[in-house]
């Protein structure tokens, strides 16, 4: 079987696809990587997808954040929200640091960002309570996606 990883991002990519079929998408593919405190040995890394679903039409745009299994690593994820949005007010080409313009994507800068921000997941290792509040923080409207598990075998 391959990665779990991989099925996951494939299937929140068509889940956001089918959640927002009249918004174009921009993405980066970033990393967290874990630390052994002591040490400061990597033990682990893990890869997450953060994108802007942008309603050209409207001038809004959402963030949208595929990782699979969300454990502590959350406390990070405001403050990445805002370095995403900074990254896309200076794009200006179909590719930096990284990222991945969708062909029907209008300019990312002019388009106001609705605070919404929409966590594509297969697993929570903390509460949606302590998520949502977090957020809420941070002045962020936490929105939960949860994948479906496969229940054939």
Known sequence: MHSKKTDVFETMTSKIENEFPQYSRIHANWEFVLTDKKTKEVKNTKKFQIMAIQNDDKKHKHVGIIISELSNEYVQLPDLVAKFLLELEKYNDSRIDGMMKDEKIHDVSTSEFTKNVYLYTDKLLVSEDALYKYFK????????RMAKPNLSL
């Not at 923080?137 to 939960?144: E, F, N, S, T, V």
């Open 137 to 144: 923080k941070y002045d962020l409207i936490l929105q939960i």
